[in-house]
Every structure is written in C-alpha cells, then in structure tokens.
C-alpha cells in the first residue's frame, strides 16, 4: 500500500493516522457490532461521538460559551444563502469584501435572493493579489452584517487580520467569516465574530459536513420565509439533528480533531507547521526563474499555494512527472489555471519537502 502526497484543494488529504482508526473501527465499532455508519442518529452511541466532536471542536478554537455549534449540510455554497436568511430578518443589506472568486460566489448569491447588496470593499484595483486594507473597509448605513472569504481558496490570497464590522453610525455588526479553507490551521479569536462557516473538505474532514459557529444573540435575526434546514435557531435547537445529519462525515471530523489535539497538540503547534511548510514553498518559488506567485506577501496564504510556470507549454509535462513522482493534484483551478498546492493540516512537512525537491529538479531540466 502507497499513501501519495495529495495537495488537493478539496475534498483534501486527511491524516493518515485518522483513516487508520476509521478502518479499525469501521467494521465493529468499540464492540457494538456495528459500523458508525449503520447507527441511529439518535442512538446514544452515536450522540456521544456527536458531542465529543463538538466538545473537542470548542476545546480546540477555545469557542466561548455563549456560541453554538452546528453540523450541518448541502457545502460551504448553502451558507451563501443560508447567512442572508438568517441575519436579515430584522432588515438591512449585507456587507461583503470582495476578494476573489468564492466572496463573489457569496455576493451573487445573496444579490440572487435579496437584492442590492453593499460592496464595502474590493481587491479588484489589484487583480486580487492583495486584501483591502482595514482601513478601506466602509459599511454602508443599513448594513446588517459584513461577509469576508478568509482565505480565497482559488486565488491563494489570505487576511492578515480580522476586519472590523463598523457602520458609519459606530454601531457594531455581526462579521462572517467563510473560513472553508483556513479553519483549524491556527487559533482564531472566535469571540470576535457573529457567524463563521467551514465546509469540511478540506481541515476539518470528509466532504459532506458543514460547521457553523454562531453567537447565540443572532438567533432570533432570521427571515420568517426560511426553509427550515437552513435555520441555525432550529439546528440548534434540535443539536444539529432537524434531519438526518452527514452521521460518517461527523464521525471523521471527530477523529480529525482528536487528532489535532493529541498528536499536534492543538491549534498553535499546527499554526506554527503550517508556517514552516508555506514559508519554504514560498522561497523555493521566489528564488527560482521558473516559478512564480503573485500575491502580495503578507496575505499569501498558507493553505493554497497557487504558483504558475514562465512558460505554459511546460504545465503538462510539470503535472505528468509530478504525478508519477507520487505528488498529486497539483493543477491549478479550472478556472485560472497554472498550479496550486494545497497545505492543509494533513499535508505533511515530508510533503513540501518532497514537492520542493521535485521542482527543483525539474527546473534544472526543463526551465
Ligand atoms: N468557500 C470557500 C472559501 C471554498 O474554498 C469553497 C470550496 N472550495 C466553498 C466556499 C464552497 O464549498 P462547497 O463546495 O462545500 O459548497
């Protein structure tokens, strides 16, 4: 058996210690006679694997008490409409940096559903390679929330900060946060937002899963015309089991966060790996004549590493020789081309290593 190194932007590698349990565990699990995956939902066994992923999730972001956590479904792109619906119910328009091509995805969403929303702030001027700065940030004076893409998946460009969610009149509203692809890479002070959402495929386990974090005061903000899956107050209410959940994928997420708890050691310890990983992929891609990326280095991110080679006709043989070195999905979105390594938590150093080594090797050879 080969485990490959897999950069894959999602679904993404998951670590290999977690699909052992899964396969231990798979066929019998802990003496039941049964897998997770044939369990009630509401079976007391598989309550208290869904309360021990929520506990050690809280334990891990430090997520205050007075936020609820939801496992919920249907991808990080139902949330697009699910966040409008449940915080305009008093009004308003939302806010939302623009920063690539998944806050758009957000933006056309609730423009689809509600109407005019406020731009408060773009990175278009400079084709996305940098984030607006704080201070370029202006909420209109009936915003009702501010949406940001942490981490733009597919650009490759990340926040350096937390942007502050200020109308003009001072007054204070919730900020959102799509963190599908930065979750759980390091500590995150939860306490300053009113909603953050992840889909799963990528830090958090198999696809399938959405979680949502939202400060309870929000709950009684949404729009009376909602389908109820979509509602967190119902989803809390029912301990994210209105329906049947994605029981497997809550399951995995699970074993994931025990993972980072006990074999990393929490959020810093994985913070301080991913650094290490970006930070030479970063100089190995900065110091060659071959390669390169064009986001300002302050929000490069540390997840996805696009990069793209001086000359196109190289990307086929790049890719066909990668692959056959064991270094998997390493081609660029469908939609921009070139390269993308993804980094996430499960993507080891030997990984970046090894991807380090084979580009260098092939520079010397094709560059
Ligand atoms: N937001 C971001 C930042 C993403 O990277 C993705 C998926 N790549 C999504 C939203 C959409 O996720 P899903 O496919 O789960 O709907």
């Not at 485990?3 to 670590?15: E, M, Y």
């Not at 004076?141 to 200020?166: C, K, Q, R, V, W």
């Not at 909602?226 to 029912?238: G, N, Q, R």
Request: net charge negative; glycine share 8%.
């Amino acid at each position: 058996m080969t485990r490959h190194f897999n950069f894959c932007a999602g679904p993404a590698a998951l670590p290999t210690a977690v699909l052992e349990r899964a396969r231990d565990e798979m066929l019998d699990y802990h003496g039941r006679g049964l897998s997770v995956m044939e369990m009630s939902h509401r079976s007391p066994e598989y309550v208290a694997i869904a309360e021990k992923a929520e506990a050690d999730l809280r334990e891990l972001l430090a997520i205050p008490a007075n936020y609820r956590v939801l496992f919920t479904q249907g991808g990080a792109s139902q949330q697009f409409a699910a966040v409008p619906y449940n915080l305009l119910g008093e009004g308003g328009r939302p806010s939302f940096v623009d920063t690539g091509i998944w806050s758009r995805k957000a933006i056309k969403e609730a423009r689809h559903l509600f109407g005019e929303v406020d731009l408060a702030a773009s990175s278009e001027e400079n084709g996305h390679t940098a984030v607006p700065r704080p201070e370029a940030i202006r909420l209109a004076e009936d915003s009702a929330y501010l949406h940001y893409t942490a981490n733009e998946t597919i650009g490759g460009l990340a926040f350096d900060y937390l942007p502050e969610a200020l109308r003009p009149d001072g007054r204070e509203v919730p900020l959102v946060g799509d963190m599908s692809s930065t979750i759980l890479s390091g500590p995150l002070d939860v306490s300053r937002f009113g909603v953050i959402y992840a889909g799963a495929q990528k830090n958090i386990g198999p696809a399938g899963l959405v979680v949502v974090i939202v400060r309870d005061d929000l709950l009684d903000r949404a729009r009376a015309d909602m389908p109820t899956l979509f509602s967190y107050k119902e989803l809390a209410a029912a301990g994210s089991m209105v329906n049947t959940p994605a029981t497997y994928s809550w399951y995995l997420a699970g074993l994931v966060f025990e993972w980072l708890k006990d074999d990393i050691g929490g959020l810093s310890a994985m913070e301080a790996i991913n650094a290490r990983k970006a930070a030479k992929l970063y100089a190995a891609i900065d110091a060659s004549g071959l390669y390169a990326n064009p986001i300002t280095p302050a929000n490069r991110s540390r997840m996805n590493v696009p990069f793209v080679l001086a000359d196109e006709r190289l990307d086929a043989p790049f890719l066909a020789e990668a692959e056959a070195a064991g270094l998997l999905n390493l081609k660029g979105h469908r939609s921009v081309g070139g390269m993308r390594a993804s980094l996430y938590n499960a993507v080891p150093e030997a990984a970046v290593d090894a991807l380090i080594d084979f580009m260098t090797d092939f520079e010397q050879r094709r560059g």
